[in-house]
């Protein structure tokens, strides 16, 4: 029914890929060890970045390894990085519907997202990794 993006599915496997690593690991190593696209692991590292989850580093001894702020966030807090929480658009307060005079469906679906979200946020990311 709800399915993760394959961006966040690849993004959990290439903290995976560093998670016990204390040097950094080159991409071509994570690459060759996924047998996913270079092109798609190096976006997915550089959001990952970007969100703090890693640290990166250029050059010969370069490459990617956890950042301090990893074991700081929640799964949610990830999830975030590579999706929309909302379950459906109208939850968004910025979102104009057409149909918000004959649709019930807004608030139930509210009320399940606020509990998939409070158990999102329970576990921290570091856990399931």
Do not use: W
Not at 45 to 57: F, R, T
């Amino acid at each position: 029914m709800f399915a993760i993006s394959n961006s966040s599915e690849y993004g959990l496997l290439i903290l995976e890929q560093v998670k016990d690593c204390k040097e950094y690991v080159p991409l071509a190593e994570i690459v060759k060890k996924l047998k996913l696209p270079k092109r798609f692991v190096a976006r997915v590292s550089a959001e990952l970045v970007k969100a703090g989850l890693l640290d990166s580093k250029e050059g010969r001894n370069g490459g990617y390894r956890l950042s301090e702020e990893f074991y700081k966030l929640t799964l949610l807090d990830y999830l975030k990085i590579f999706e929309k929480t909302d379950m459906v658009k109208c939850i968004d307060k910025n979102f104009k519907c057409r149909y918000s005079k004959n649709c019930s469906h807004k608030h139930p679906f509210a009320k399940i997202q606020q509990i998939l979200l409070e158990n999102l946020q329970q576990y921290k990311l570091s856990s399931i990794i």
